[in-house]
């Protein structure tokens, strides 16, 4: 199983970024695929998933500005992310909830106020 996720950066307060996570070694369109993030001196929280059928789910303190989706075709779960705060700032990782939990190797994103 690998998760490669890219796309993070430094963006300014109010801006957007996508990220992408392509993955490999398990049959992706039946997997439910997350997104988390761990904040400097935080925990890892999680940002939200999106099952097999599409349907989503979201932390309170992402909902309606995060979106996440899956393009089954290319094995590939993006994170639109709008509206970023500084309080967004973090190394996003990429996860598949398998019969185990596999993380990729995370993507730094910083917003500036």
């Known amino acids: 199983v690998q998760l490669q996720a890219s796309g993070g950066g430094l963006v300014q307060s109010g801006g957007s970024l996508r990220l992408s996570c392509a993955a490999s070694g398990f049959i992706f369109s039946i997997s439910t695929m997350g997104w988390y993030r761990q904040a400097p001196g935080k925990q890892r929280e999680l940002v939200g998933f999106i099952g097999s059928s599409g349907t989503t789910t979201y932390a309170d303190s992402v909902k309606g500005r995060f979106t996440i989706s899956r393009d089954n075709a290319k094995n590939t779960v993006y994170l639109q992310m709008n509206g970023l705060k500084p309080e967004d700032t973090a190394v996003f990782y990429c996860?598949?909830?398998?019969?185990?939990?596999?993380w990729g190797q995370g993507t730094k994103v910083t917003v500036s106020s």
């Open positions: 996860h598949a909830k398998l019969v185990h939990d596999y």
